[in-house]
């Protein structure tokens, strides 16, 4: 593992078979203290990885295949991973999940747009307990600046590709959050649940000597 | 007065010259009952009207210049015009002036961005009574949605070409709010107040048998 | 119903199953006085909210779901709907049936687009008699500058994704409709009929105390 | 003369100087039966070229000099040229100028944008005479797709960059005159007046065996 | 036919069901003096206007549909039709056909792109013998400027889409084109060989008094 | 201040005046534990400032001015500030200073581009010793890649307007940013100088119970 | 072959059976001293081609078809091909099947990106060994400056489409290799191997009177 | 100096004084082997460098400084520098000096571009002599793949921002380029003379072991 950190293993561009060598490579490497996540794996390449690493966890939702099964114990700070609507939710429960793998606790909060602030308001209490904010939101990607606004920890905005028109593949958002009228807006690629989730567990990591 | 609204005449585009000549032609006019409006003049073009016109009134800020000075006795609801950040005012006044010369009460909230919610949910009695709302933003122009989620009228959202970077000169703002989560955003060019003025006093018009 | 308005549930960023859990929790609420609104369903996200709302209204061209199937007692102005083409029916007709189920009387015109001039043109004595219109148009989208030149109420731009090359998706429309050489146009998503039937409803609503 | 046509010299991407030289290898050539056209000259350029060909005729809000002084006798069919607004001015001055010098009758026409449809409807007779019509417009760019809807003639669109905002320079013009509804539009560069001129001449000229 | 020229109908924005209404009613006049075209008419949509009019003609890789089935007998001056590579032929078709049935002598000149100069040079004189000349190129659109340079005539460019990556759908030849350095080219919108087609039969159409 | 962090008066959008009257709020308070920082200041903006505080420092080349002149005492862990090339220093100060009144050790290497790659292999021991790094590169924006693929620590991505042509005013950076090869990268907006302090400065704050 | 080297057929464009009437052309040759080579055939495209040619090796990773099978004898100096991950292969197969087909020797290096700089390092040698260096590379196109930066030799860097978000198809690194920090790198279009591998075999071709 | 090239400073980007402090450093190393090459020194920027390396070359056109002021003895092949107008003359002069300052025989050849091909054409024999052509060109771009089609040495081309409205400050030609229907066009940045001018030299170098 680089730096401490699982490896990753970027599914979309590669083909199954390709995948598969990939996860025998580290079938044959036998028991492991730091996992592996493969990401982007759609329902066959999920299958490919799965047929060398059989005792691998899928989430289909967020498209990540993680071995071995079970996360590290948790350190660090919590992690806490927001979504503005519902269809953002596959790219949150990737960054959710990577954090969890790369060894945090999390905690996931689900539509919570700015057009009904009390639903944000509501959750002040969890949100202060964060030491890292992961926000995901399409559209106008107004979430993250209205957070940043509210607590003293870190933003991570993930623009998602939800939304038609003008809102142009996550453009739109992407654009609101690099120009966050609140300061502390970390920004990464649209719909990169999975660089949200690592930066989270990285600024959320336990103290080195700690 | 085209369809029961005052001219506009737009100044930028004009020489100093060419506004003079069409103050002049109002000049000889004598009174009158509806208002023409200079829009985008800056201080050499509203020299050029005042020469001619030399009752108008200049509103520097806004770069307006209007003729006759005093506006209409107010009829139909209240417009609010609610800016972001102070960077905003200079749009905000312009719709704010234009409002009340097409002859609606106005009301100015300066610097209520989201980063700082308290700050909008502190002025919710005024906005509760306007029958149109003007929300003037740069950077990331979240105001607009969220002004939206607590309000029953209409938003009218001016992106302005405050910022720098990503902001590139209103297009972040624009799509922002031409994505805004909540219904109810009407979204005009960017820094056009003017528009902005005119489209929420069409808005607030007394119902034409009142 | 968030101030006053019917909800609406944004069914392309959902699958057909979240939406029919939705759809139930809707349906265990028993008789209500405001509308729901489904909308950009297909057959299937459709199909799925019919089976827990089997008395929905499925406007299958506008993609919409509505329940319950009566819109309310008209009350308020007159919503009339434009579009340019034929092709931009479809994005009239959410527009449309929206306001109706929003309490407004609507009617729609269709292919008066600008490139045969007496099509609008015969039509002035229902534009006029409109408290709020919207106009849907693609490619060049010219047909919202000349209806505002023509009328005192405000013209809700809806620019769709018709056309193609230089088209881009709509952004072409958009452009247009955002620097409307006459005031008085506010202008919405692209394709967002549901937004732009919003807004025509919240403008043509009645005074609140009448 | 490139094809029987008079030659042009760009004077933008040219130093005063440089300009000189050329016009002194003019004025050297003597009498000529071609005129040759400075483009795009702002004053200094203009002067340097003035002082080799002292009587060729400096048209400074087109930012033409042409020489020699007097366009050759008219032939072929009429070349309209039209703006929208006042502001598109020197850019149609540059196109009439153009296909004036080029041998063609020209008209012109100022300020029919099509938010008054009467100014435009008030000039059919004009229009319908034409061989060809050059259109200048900015904002919204609808008055080709106007224009070529009411006549059988070409239309020769010029986006200009009047405007702000998502105007863009004159993107959002030449756009929508790409996407004309109307067919029988051909689009040229933004701002290039000489261009469409040039075009608007070869379209009405003679046969050539007439 | 509107302003002397066939009736077109745009068959992309439509369902077959619309266009088989549609062809009926031209089917329901009888004889004509002037066609109809349908364009961007794929088999499906062909198919739907041959049941109604059964002797059409059906130009599958122009994607028209053209009734009635013979053009009328060509006037005025010859049109030529370029293309640069193989892939533009769709494009010039389209072109091709739409002038030759509204009475234009055409030819069709294939893969005569700049890359191999000789192509183009062999066929100047039937280049030199166009009244106006359309030239479809896609890739680098270099094919037009050195046309114009070569003829008297307009020439009419048309921006393909061929290509990949950086010729983003066409926009790299549109630029091109739009930037051309000869002057007398007009441009039309990427892939619209049907204006291109149209444009030039205007352009060579008889003088009207003859 | 808030959320314990300094305030911040973004200078660019202000008159001086309007900052003056600003500085002179803050004078008037008297003594203060949290400083306040002004932002893209010009000279002439930072001279009002230092009219009402003549106290506070000015850094002419970072654009800033703080109040009052002594940063806090040093907590959390150290913040490196890297640039690419010379020409990025002046947003790299701006992120150092900011880091440095919010509170945190700082360290600025300049000039360590990969272009050259040993000059930031020269300096790894200092890069593995900060808890967050920032790094200001214009131009390719290739250097956060190359330096998260050396560290644990995340990586904060400015990218900065330097450059010219396909630069585009640093959206070519910004893009290659957010396509870091690397995770740990979190981007701010082109030239935020200050957004990537603050955000360095909260990652490498003190845990809240120290 | 033009200019001496292969010719190439751009199969995405052609039909399968325009191929293979182009395949059989050059069938009905009989032998030849220089390739044939079919850039962007898909399996249909191939097998129209292996009908005519059955003796021509079909590449399917990279797309291509050559003919006759064997390469020339090399000449010239070495090309290396390297990738910066494994999705970019095919690309990378293209432009090294390319560059032998037109006579050089190549060597191919793949997943050598610089998130981990080992890798390319530790391929100095062979580097430095070349005469020409293709470099493929999506994403952040980082590797291309860090290759240039350690060789005399030119770099041809290719953009890739891998990738998603803000990687706009290849965009971001086609951006990041125009601004490329390190001199001597050359830039085709995005996914452009045949054309990277034709320049690198132009560039490493042996002496002309060698 | 880098891999056995000079070393180039970027002078855009620094101050005068910055400039003079790295003038001062090379002054104080005395004679030496290999130039150092100032590249975009305005006026100003150029007088501080000659403070300290009085014997310098200015080549203002250029933007240049050289020192010292004699170029090496040439080696290698021929590198040929042509622009398509005059106004490219800057951008071409940038690479000619660079190349000759690199070490090889350089020719220049102006205003050659494709609207009238006689000009290209009838420097065919020069071009076949070179061992690569660097071609500036702005506006439409096209000359580069018409030289590609004819030479079998590699082509740099770059694109210059000569040109207005859509030519979007070089975008256009350098989107034409990339699209370069004749392999063996290696594309740089635009206005990008120095980079050009480079690469012609290292292709242009001898052999290694010559
Ligand atoms: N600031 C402005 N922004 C947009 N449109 C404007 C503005 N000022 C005036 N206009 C419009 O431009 C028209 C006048 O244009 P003109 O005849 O050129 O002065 C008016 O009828 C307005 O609709
Ligand atoms: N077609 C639509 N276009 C834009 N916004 C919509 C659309 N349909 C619903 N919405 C908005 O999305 C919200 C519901 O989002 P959700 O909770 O994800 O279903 C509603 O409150 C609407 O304001
Ligand atoms: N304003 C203009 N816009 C576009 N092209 C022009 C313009 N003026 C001149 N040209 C073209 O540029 C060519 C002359 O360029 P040059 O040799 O650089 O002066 C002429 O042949 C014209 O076709
Ligand atoms: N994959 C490719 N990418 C870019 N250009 C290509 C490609 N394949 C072939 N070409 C060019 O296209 C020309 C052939 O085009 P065509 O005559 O349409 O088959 C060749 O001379 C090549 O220069
Ligand atoms: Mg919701
Ligand atoms: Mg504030
Ligand atoms: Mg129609
Ligand atoms: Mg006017
Ligand atoms: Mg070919
Ligand atoms: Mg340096
Ligand atoms: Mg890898
Ligand atoms: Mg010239």
Request: with cysteine; net charge negative.
């Given at each position: 593992a680089r730096r401490g950190y699982p490896e990753a293993?970027?599914?979309e561009g590669k083909t199954p078979e390709q995948l598969r060598v990939i996860a025998r490579?580290?079938?044959?490497r036998g028991s492991t203290d730091s996992?592996?996540?493969?990401?982007?794996?759609?329902?066959?390449r999920a299958a490919a990885v799965?047929?060398?690493l059989p005792d691998a966890v899928h989430q289909p939702q967020a498209r990540l295949v993680v071995w071995p099964a079970d996360p590290p114990e948790p350190t660090g700070g919590l992690v806490a991973v927001l979504t503005a609507g519902t269809s953002d939710l596959p790219v949150a429960l990737e960054a959710e999940t990577?954090?969890?793998y790369l060894g945090r606790r999390t905690e996931l909060v689900v539509d919570v747009g700015v057009a009904g602030l009390h639903r944000v308001l509501g959750r002040l209490d969890l949100l202060r307990a964060a030491r890292a904010i992961v926000v995901a939101a399409g559209m106008d990607g107004a979430l993250p600046t209205v957070v940043a606004g509210l607590v003293a920890a870190p933003v991570i905005a993930v623009p998602t590709s939800v939304g038609y028109g003008a809102a142009f593949g996550g453009v739109a958002p992407l654009l609101?959050?690099?120009n966050a009228c609140a300061p502390g807006v970390a920004v990464v690629?649209?719909?990169?649940?999975y660089g949200a989730?690592?930066?989270?567990?990285q600024i959320a990591a336990p103290p080195v000597d700690g």
């Amino acid at each position: 593992a680089r730096r401490g950190y699982p490896e990753a293993v970027y599914g979309e561009g590669k083909t199954p078979e390709q995948l598969r060598v990939i996860a025998r490579s580290y079938a044959s490497r036998g028991s492991t203290d730091s996992p592996v996540i493969f990401t982007r794996c759609d329902e066959e390449r999920a299958a490919a990885v799965l047929v060398e690493l059989p005792d691998a966890v899928h989430q289909p939702q967020a498209r990540l295949v993680v071995w071995p099964a079970d996360p590290p114990e948790p350190t660090g700070g919590l992690v806490a991973v927001l979504t503005a609507g519902t269809s953002d939710l596959p790219v949150a429960l990737e960054a959710e999940t990577t954090a969890r793998y790369l060894g945090r606790r999390t905690e996931l909060v689900v539509d919570v747009g700015v057009a009904g602030l009390h639903r944000v308001l509501g959750r002040l209490d969890l949100l202060r307990a964060a030491r890292a904010i992961v926000v995901a939101a399409g559209m106008d990607g107004a979430l993250p600046t209205v957070v940043a606004g509210l607590v003293a920890a870190p933003v991570i905005a993930v623009p998602t590709s939800v939304g038609y028109g003008a809102a142009f593949g996550g453009v739109a958002p992407l654009l609101t959050m690099l120009n966050a009228c609140a300061p502390g807006v970390a920004v990464v690629n649209i719909d990169n649940g999975y660089g949200a989730g690592h930066l989270a567990a990285q600024i959320a990591a336990p103290p080195v000597d700690g």
